[in-house]
């Protein structure tokens, strides 16, 4: 019998609904990976597979009992606090104050996590302890779950997960925002559970040239239709070329003629640091950090999960108010001496996994994009109407023009990020601090946006900082780079 069988599956609700009845199965044995472009209904498939969305009776049904039990699926928000995480904000991972007793522990929660899975027995403490040596997660125990980075969250989910020792685990975009070493860990583990454990893996990829050599099959999802299961080997032959390059002329003329921000900054030394430290309680973040950016520098930023580089940019935008006790200056100014947050903010454009996770307000994403002139969580006073053509302007740049009036919740986690992009863009910052800026983007969206960072580095003045743990993925504009290390 069939592990997973969907036979002409349609969605109860009207707006749940593909754009054609869903048949797909999975057999004893196989792992598949679920690919397509961003928008295509890769979610919405899966919630039918999983039947969070209800297809009609019969139509979908499982070689168990209890699905809710035996298939776990970590979506791409969950891996950045989950649904349930109704009171973060942008800050809060830095602020100190919103930590207290009752503020849990990595260890609390992945105990917690334990229990709540099944009875404890050598054999699963022996598995508990696997995962925490695989995933380092020793030196993370201690740490409050609100200071995680976004690399170390989604590896606090990933071993939460595997705790319950499901018969089917499904996880959205499971390697962003690892750093390579922990992506090939996880690609290990996962090989290895698929053998032990009887365990069959769907993997849910916007980058498909991503695929685990454990997956057997794949299933593109295409303009809502699910088309038919082939094997890897089938699907990797067939792969069309990535592109070289997306942005047509026209729009990089676009980029290139705008007119210049009547704000820009006039200081030619952007950002510095000067033997700058950070420590969350016993735990050292940042050490004697001393680092200068200069107008018109490209730099790249890495380091492993939890190295301290989302720390070092929340420093930079005013996000962390740790900023005033250390010796730091931007534009020319020291911290502390006449200049607001929105004196430094205005100058600076900003994308970050920890922005997406606070964005939370299911408005329509013209007004998301507007936001980035005020430089605000939402939109609260009305724009121009001379400002919304600019926002309309960039985010036809983005190919996401048609999604001007959708709200910012019904859309797939990759048209969220371009966005978020946009929003990034729209004021023409001086400084463009874009971290993990092409997580859950497709292959076509990934080049897409390489070519704008490109093209609008090619104006005067623009200072660029970017974060990524893929290579491939930085610009061919850099000319700098900082790489931190673990303390």
Known sequence: MATINI?????????????????????????????????????????????????????????????????????????????????????????????????????????????????????????????????????????????????????????????????????????????????????????????????????????????????????????????????????????????????????????????????AAASQEVIRFNNVSIRYGSRTILKDLTWTVNQGERWALSGQNGSGKSTLLSLVCADNPQRYACDISLFGHKRGFGNSIWDIKKHIGYVSPEMHRSYRQDIPAIRIVASGLQDTIGLYTQPKETEYAVCRQWMDIFGIGLLAERTFLKMSSGEQRLVLLARAFVKDPDLLILDEPLHGLDNYNRRLVKDIIETFCQRPGKTLIIVTHYQEELPAVIDHAITLQRH
């Not at 209904?41 to 499982?62: C, E, Q, W």
């Not at 209890?66 to 791409?76: E, L, M, Q, T, V």
């Not at 690399?151 to 499904?170: N, Y």
């Open 7 to 263: 036979k002409n599956a349609r969605a109860r609700k009207t707006e749940w609904s593909m754009a054609e009845p869903v048949n797909f199965t999975i057999e004893k044995g196989e792992h598949i990976a679920i690919v397509g472009r961003n928008g295509a209904g890769k979610s919405m498939f899966v919630d039918i597979l999983t039947g969070r969305h209800p297809a009609f009776p019969n139509m979908v049904t499982y070689g168990f009992d209890a699905p809710y039990d035996n298939i776990k699926y970590i979506s791409f928000r969950d891996t950045y606090g989950g649904d349930n995480d109704r009171t973060y904000f942008l800050q809060q991972r830095w602020n100190q104050m919103e930590i207290d007793e009752e503020t849990p522990t990595v260890a609390s929660k992945l105990e917690e996590a334990y229990q709540l899975a099944g009875t404890d027995t050598p054999e699963r403490r022996a598995l508990q302890q696997h995962i925490y040596k695989l995933f380092h997660l020793e030196s993370l125990l201690d740490k409050y779950i609100i200071l995680l980075s976004s690399g170390e969250l989604r590896k606090f989910k990933l071993a939460s997960s595997l705790f319950t020792d499901p018969r089917v685990l499904i996880m959205d975009n499971p390697f962003i925002g690892l750093d390579a070493e922990t992506r090939d860990q996880l690609k290990e583990l996962l090989a290895t559970l698929s053998e032990e454990r009887q365990l069959q893996i769907i993997l849910v990829l916007s980058k498909s040239d991503e695929i685990p050599e454990f997956i057997t099959h794949v299933v593109e999802v295409r303009e809502m239709r699910v088309l038919p299961k082939i094997t890897r080997e089938t699907y990797l032959q067939s792969r069309p070329p990535f592109p070289t390059r997306l942005l047509s002329d026209k729009k990089a003329q676009e980029i290139l003629n705008m007119p210049t921000n009547q704000l």
